[in-house]
């Protein structure tokens, strides 16, 4: 038998993403998204989709996620609550909160819950994928000894990761040159 053409990603390797939002049209462009990325990484990564917070956490409790694109207003309660409970776990995924709500308070409220990243709705379709990318080229978060540090499985250069705060920032934009809809974590980058 003729050996198969060695590929540069295996179907192992493949990025996990679980996107809780209850609208269709929601998920359905931001899946249209994705599969027009840039971002081989992003392009390629396998999408789950949850549309209440009970079904997401079936998801998570199956299998390993490595991005969470998370709505804030589901039919069986705030999507925040989950990344609060994400957040209580020795090892999580990423997670970018996607809000109707731009007001600075919200963004404020989902990066204390545990967002890494927080995007207002209606998104930028390359803002989005660059995001994306970026959290996927960060790695899961770990708490080791009472701190969280990212485990880094691979890597990309599809995505450009962010500096990180400066220190003893609560908050910091993900990009100084992006868009004030997106703000992340000052934690999203600590090894």
């Known amino acids: 038998m003729p050996d198969e053409p060695a590929t540069d990603q295996s179907p192992i390797a493949l990025d996990v993403v679980l996107v809780v939002e209850d609208q269709l049209p929601n998920r359905a462009l931001l899946k249209a998204t994705v599969r027009r990325a840039a971002s081989r990484r992003v392009r390629e990564a396998i999408i789950l989709e949850a549309t209440t917070i009970a079904e997401a956490r079936t998801i998570l409790a199956a299998r390993p996620i490595d991005l969470v ?14 990344a609060r409970d994400l957040g209580q776990a020795d090892e999580r995924p990423r997670i970018l909160v996607l809000s109707a709500s731009v007001l600075p308070s919200e963004r404020t409220v989902a990066l204390d819950a545990g967002a890494d990243l927080f995007m ?57 040159a992006s868009s004030p809809d997106r703000e992340r974590r000052p934690d999203a980058r600590a090894s």
């Open 69 to 82: 694109v998370l709505d804030v207003r589901l039919p069986d309660g705030d999507g925040l609550s989950l």
């Open 120 to 176: 207002a709705k209606p998104f930028v379709p390359t803002d989005l994928v660059e995001a994306m990318a970026s959290l996927l080229d960060l790695g899961s978060v770990v708490r080791s000894g009472g701190r969280l540090r990212s485990l880094r499985l691979g890597s990309s250069s599809g995505g450009r990761p962010t500096a990180p705060a400066p220190s003893g920032s609560r908050r910091a934009r993900a990009d100084p």
